[in-house]
């Protein structure tokens, strides 16, 4: 099954074709507010670099977020609009979960916990916690630093942080545990951001088992976690 994958959930703007395991093509590009710019050229790239077409194509996957408002909408109406003119299924991957999928196995295997971050702008993470053998073992949220360390600690088992707000906030993170820092690493900065190959593996697995009913009508729910910051600048001006 060819599976095209889309990432436009944070500043890194990617596109992939995979055939199963196998990536055909793929393209990234750290975009800064160019998302809709950026993408269908994108797209068209990558399909022929494979050397398809868009008729060759059997499923889009799309990273429906955590991550920019913005950014999340374009590559969700993207993939909404491609799938419906292929009449193909559309799979909506959350971008933590695109995160984890990218750790080594050999890497995610040295912790207990493999904790993903995204940042969420206004000082906030938006963060969940896998467990090598059981999981997701908490859903994907969003809250200040506090409450992830807070999350991490009553967990009490050996954690992997990866993404960008991690990677850049390590310090913070050492001293916020204190004593129970020694139970934490760090991925390096190829687990900065999700990107279009593991949310296309992803969207692959799951397309497998989708019945005739995606095909009717393809559809993809952004996972915001919170409001818009123009919805919440509106509530609070209302309420003034």
């Known amino acids: ?6 990432d436009t959930a944070t500043t890194m703007v990617s596109v992939a074709v995979v055939d ?13 507010r160019r998302h809709a710019e950026d993408l269908t050229p994108m797209i068209d790239f990558v399909v022929k670099r494979a050397g398809l077409s868009f008729a060759d194509l059997d499923a889009v ?17 993207s993939a909404q609009a491609l799938a419906f003119a292929l009449s ?20 995610a295997k040295q912790a207990e ?11 906030e993470v938006a963060w969940a916690m896998h467990s090598n053998v059981s999981g997701r073992v908490l859903a994907p949220r969003v809250g200040g630093l506090d409450d992830l360390l807070a999350g991490v600690r009553e967990r009490g088992q050996h954690c ?9 906030h390590r310090d913070d993170i050492v001293a916020g545990l204190g004593p129970h820092s020694w139970n934490v690493s760090f991925g390096d900065e190829t687990l900065d951001w999700p990107i279009a190959r593991h949310v296309a593996f992803i969207g692959h697995e799951r397309a497998l088992h989708l019945d005739g009913g ?27």
């Not at 916990?113 to 000082?123: L, Q, Y």
């Not at 992997?160 to 990677?167: I, S, T």
């Open 88 to 107: 193909i299924p559309l799979v909506g991957v959350d971008g933590l979960e695109a995160l984890v999928a990218a750790i080594p196995v050999a890497v």
């Open 113 to 123: 916990v493999i904790v993903p971050t995204i940042d969420a702008r206004r000082r």
């Open 214 to 240: 995606a095909l009717r009508a393809p559809r993809a729910e952004a996972l915001y976690l919170r409001e818009a910051d123009a919805e919440i600048n509106w509530t609070t001006r209302s309420s003034a």
């Open 160 to 168: 992997l942080f990866v993404g960008d707000f991690a990677r850049r």
């Open 61 to 77: 996957a799309v990273d429906v977020g955590p991550g920019l408002f913005t950014g999340m909408r374009v590559g969700i109406a």
């Open 20 to 32: 199963g395991a196998t990536v055909l093509a793929s393209s990234e590009l750290r975009s800064d």
């Open 1 to 6: 099954m060819i599976v095209l994958g889309i």
